[in-house]
């Protein structure tokens, strides 16, 4: 049983929204599906946060982003001006600054020798920066046609559900199909070892934080969209339940390993234990707290389990 549950990590986050979904039903007097289908929605922009944050984790050498909500914000801000000449242009746009993003976390992380942690917070503070300078210039609201287009629903799944879980098989197909998956994973388990085996680390690295910051741009210009525009903070709500995600979905604190289907779950059971506690009607303070209290087990767990596998 143990054996199982360590392979397949995305149990744990399956049976965690599964208890919160049954939670929810007894607290609000009534079982229903569209509670799952609306926190899979909402979860959207956390989930693709987490996804990035997989990715960087998983390059090892204890590799965090801390530098997520301020690129999220910025690629909004971008998105949104952009998107009042061409709505592709506004997407592409914003993708790409979070890709650039991460290509400086990258080269800070790996030609400076700066910790990841450090890095990423630092480089965060100065593109909050940039966003304050270039905001009051800037148009904050999304193109009408595309906050129509994800804002559709099929069946049940709204149309960000059905990007996200696009995106999350395509970084699935990259990360356990492709030849740079293999190395990312053996570089986050030994750097050393994986440069001896000929594997170029430092090209590795530098990708794992692009790609985490492609998709944090892409979150960016998602939530934009949703929210009806840009502002200065709105990263900040979705940081936190990105960083529990990640972590109980199976990705390895200590690197080289991920699990994309657990990450995704565990930014469903993030979202629905906000339901739950909203439907409680517990302040946000304790609903903070309580957050705050979750993601430390879940560090604390993940770190533990990492210590013994050594």
């Known amino acids: 049983m143990k054996k199982i549950m360590t392979k397949y990590a995305f149990i744990w ?3 965690g929204s599964i208890f919160l979904w049954i939670a929810i039903s007894a607290v609000s007097g009534k079982f ?3 509670q799952v289908f609306s926190s899979a929605k909402l979860c959207s ?3 693709l946060l987490a996804l990035g944050q997989m990715v960087v984790v998983t390059s090892g050498e204890g590799a965090i982003d801390l530098s997520q909500q301020y690129i999220l914000t910025l690629a909004a801000y971008i998105s949104c001006d952009l ?3 061409n709505v592709l242009l506004g997407i592409v746009a914003a993708v790409a600054v979070g890709a650039l993003c991460g290509l400086v976390n990258g080269l800070i992380n790996i030609y400076l020798k700066v910790p990841a942690m450090v890095t990423t917070l630092a480089t965060g503070y100065i593109i ?3 966003v304050l300078v270039l905001a009051p210039g800037m148009k904050t609201l999304p193109d009408a ?3 129509d287009f994800i804002n559709l629903h099929a069946g049940g799944f709204s149309m960000l559900t059905v990007i996200c879980i696009l995106v999350a098989v395509l970084l699935a197909l990259l990360l356990y199909k492709t030849k740079y998956g293999k190395q990312l994973h053996a570089v986050g388990q030994k750097r050393v070892a994986a440069g001896y085996a000929g594997i170029n680390v430092k090209r590795v690295v530098i990708l794992a934080f692009v790609l985490g910051g492609a998709l944090c741009g892409l979150s960016g210009t998602l939530c934009g969209a949703f929210n009806g ?3 200065q903070d709105m990263g900040t709500t979705y940081f936190l339940p990105s960083i529990a995600a990640a972590f109980v979905g199976g990705t390895a604190a200590s690197g080289g390993k991920s699990n994309v289907a657990g990450v995704c779950l565990g930014a ?3 979202y629905l234990l906000t339901t739950f506690l909203n439907a409680a009607s517990l302040s946000v303070g304790m609903q903070r707290l309580i957050q705050g209290a979750v993601l430390v087990l879940i560090l604390v767990a993940s770190v533990s389990s990492d210590a013994k596998k050594s």
Do not use: D, E, R
């Open 32 to 34: 229903s599906v569209a």
């Open 13 to 15: 986050p399956l049976l």
């Open 128 to 130: 909050f920066t940039i």
């Open 83 to 85: 998107m009042q000449y």
């Open 268 to 270: 469903l059971m993030m």
């Open 229 to 231: 525009g840009a502002f």
């Open 45 to 47: 922009f956390a989930l």
């Open 145 to 147: 046609g595309f906050v």
